[in-house]
Nanobody
Framework: QLQLVESGGGLVQPGGSLRLSCAASGFTLDNVALGWFRQAPGKKRERISCISASGEVTVYADSVKGRFSISRDNAKNTVYLHMNGLTAEDTAIYYC????????????????WGRGTQVTVSS
């Protein structure tokens, strides 16, 4: 069974940091591009970062550029989202998903999603 499982969410104070993990089971991530998305209450889902299968290409939404960093460890079958300088506006459920990442750096979601992990930024 193909699964993506996110972890690492929680409550953090403004200005703090978190590292989210997305672990795959049932398949290997070696040839799979992955992305992180988030959805806040009452808002549309936002694509925030994608990484190519090799890890050589990364893309970021303007809302997180310079604060968030995506990385992967194919040996551990895991992709990470390092989040720094968190603000209340980063509060959301964060999801990872398999994506299609094209040469023009456009990133498109597929049908393979995790169930999400809650990130709450509050003092």
């Amino acid at each position: 069974q193909l699964q993506l499982v996110e972890s690492g969410g929680g409550l953090v104070q403004p200005g703090g940091s978190l590292r989210l993990s997305c672990a795959a089971s049932g398949f290997t991530l070696d040839n799979v591009a992955l992305g992180w998305f988030r959805q806040a209450p009452g808002k549309k889902r936002e694509r925030i970062s994608c990484i190519s299968a090799s890890g050589e290409v990364t893309v970021y939404a303007d809302s997180v550029k310079g604060r968030f960093s995506i990385s992967r460890d194919n040996a551990k079958n895991t992709v990470y989202l390092h989040m720094n300088g968190l603000t209340a506006e980063d509060t959301a459920i964060y999801y990872c998903a398999a994506v299609l990442l094209f040469d023009d750096r456009s990133c498109h979601e597929t049908d393979y999603w995790g169930r999400g992990t809650q990130v709450t930024v509050s003092s």
